[in-house]
């Protein structure tokens, strides 16, 4: 009598065995309860705890965790079935659909499942290709928790040395003396995937992110999942914000200047509406930062910065912080991001903050964009002299996804987008 037939025949039935031995069993079953296909694995007793999180956690990039039961000292845990191919596969026979703009996309989706799971204190510690799944819907799952571990402020290495060589991080096999593994061990894990995964098509700022994922020591990596996700999408958006631009700036000057000879006007007006609000100043502010103050000034603000980075722009860097990016040129601030809740405008608007309370703030008339499930909300501002600032709200689902202050001197598109929503 097998190992599955003792205790489960009358619960479940075998589609596949995937794996079967005196420590391991995994399956392919049917639930003859629920009449759902399903996942049975054989774990460890400790690991209870990890997936009784997981099942708490529900994340929909985590396999749900249907049943938890103890037998003979052991773990069988029975989880949802995955209908999909693992990224290993898909890069071997299919790597034609893993383009750039997809893996980037896959990229932004483990860093959100592996920020819910280190919220938890979860280590995953194995991932890889292999352990990540493509639904047909082309949706990420992150599957194997077998050999997590929680992270442990007072423990100065890992009990059980553990992980696959080539994707696991040295301080996973208590190389170097660099301690226990915490979230920058899966940090180092996703990176080494990714490249991986990218194959010969990483560049630029990409290299730089990915590179510093997998230093070698744990300091020189992103400190956690949210700083790299950060880094990540600002370095999407930045390149395709760009094209954009050039390509509209483009059009609209051939346009602008077919239908409107080269005289001196004034800015135009729809009815009694000028295009532009006035604000001769430019007294626009993130968290008491304002465009065009020192680096002095910042740091009285928010102290000293975290790192400094260079720009893809020439004679720029940036200043970054836990949460927000200051660009300064010069030594005085050209741009601000912020991806915090307690950064806020000088009208009151921050992180999550509402579109309808960024439209009662800022009103009605905007230059809208959308973008990859984004739509940015441009509200421009023009001094006496003719300077340009521009307001940008990137809002998701009704919420204000994250605030940008910059000035735009030489960007004039803005002044013939602006219109009434």
Request: hydrophobic content about 40%; overall charge negative.
């Amino acid at each position: 009598m097998t190992f599955f037939e003792k205790y489960f025949s009358e619960t479940f039935d075998i589609v596949e065995i995937l794996k079967s031995s005196a420590q391991d069993f995994i399956a392919v079953v049917y639930d003859k309860s629920t009449k759902k296909i399903c996942v049975m694995k054989q774990r460890a007793l400790h690991s209870k705890k990890i997936y009784q999180t997981l099942q708490e956690l529900g994340d929909p990039r985590i396999p749900k965790i249907y049943r938890l039961i103890e037998l003979d000292g052991k773990l069988i845990v029975v989880e949802e079935f995955i209908d999909g191919e693992n990224l290993a596969d898909v890069a071997t026979y299919r790597a034609q659909i893993l383009n750039e703009k997809f893996l980037t996309e896959i990229f932004l989706s483990l860093c959100d499942c592996l920020n819910a799971v280190h919220a938890k204190k979860i280590i995953h510690r194995d991932l890889k290709p292999s352990n990540i799944m493509l639904t047909e819907s082309r949706a990420v799952k992150v599957i194997d928790f077998g050999i997590a571990r929680f992270f442990k402020p007072e423990s100065h290495a890992d009990t059980e040395l553990l992980g696959t060589r080539g994707y696991a991080p040295p301080e996973q096999f208590g190389l170097f003396d660099f301690g226990q593994t915490d979230p920058r061990s899966d940090i180092y894990s996703l990176g080494i995937t990714m490249k991986n995964l990218f194959g010969k098509n990483y560049h630029g700022r990409l290299k730089k992110i990915l590179d510093k994922c997998t230093a070698l020591e744990p300091a020189q990596r992103f400190q956690s999942v949210e700083e790299l996700r950060r880094a990540t999408f600002f370095n999407r958006h930045a390149a395709k914000s760009l094209i954009i631009f050039f390509l509209l700036a483009f059009g609209l000057c051939v346009c602008f200047f077919i239908n409107n000879p080269p005289v001196a006007q004034a800015p135009e007006v729809i009815g009694e509406e000028n295009f532009l609000e006035h604000n001769d100043e430019f007294k626009l502010s993130l968290g008491s930062l304002k465009l065009g103050d020192s680096v002095e000034t910042m740091r009285k603000i928010f102290g000293r910065e975290d790192r400094i980075t260079p720009s893809d722009t020439p004679g720029h860097r940036h200043y970054e912080y836990k949460n927000i990016v200051v660009t300064v040129k010069e030594n005085f601030i050209d741009a601000l991001v912020s991806y915090s809740d307690e950064i806020k405008t000088e009208c009151g608007i921050h992180q999550d903050s509402t579109l309808a309370e960024v439209i009662d703030a800022y009103g009605q008339r905007a230059a809208i964009y959308e973008d990859d499930g984004l739509t940015f909300y441009e509200y421009p501002y023009e001094s006496a002299e003719g300077n340009l600032a521009i307001m940008r709200f990137a809002v998701k689902n009704n919420r204000v996804e994250y605030i940008s202050l910059r000035l735009d001197n030489e960007d004039r598109k803005i002044l013939y987008d602006v219109k009434t929503f």
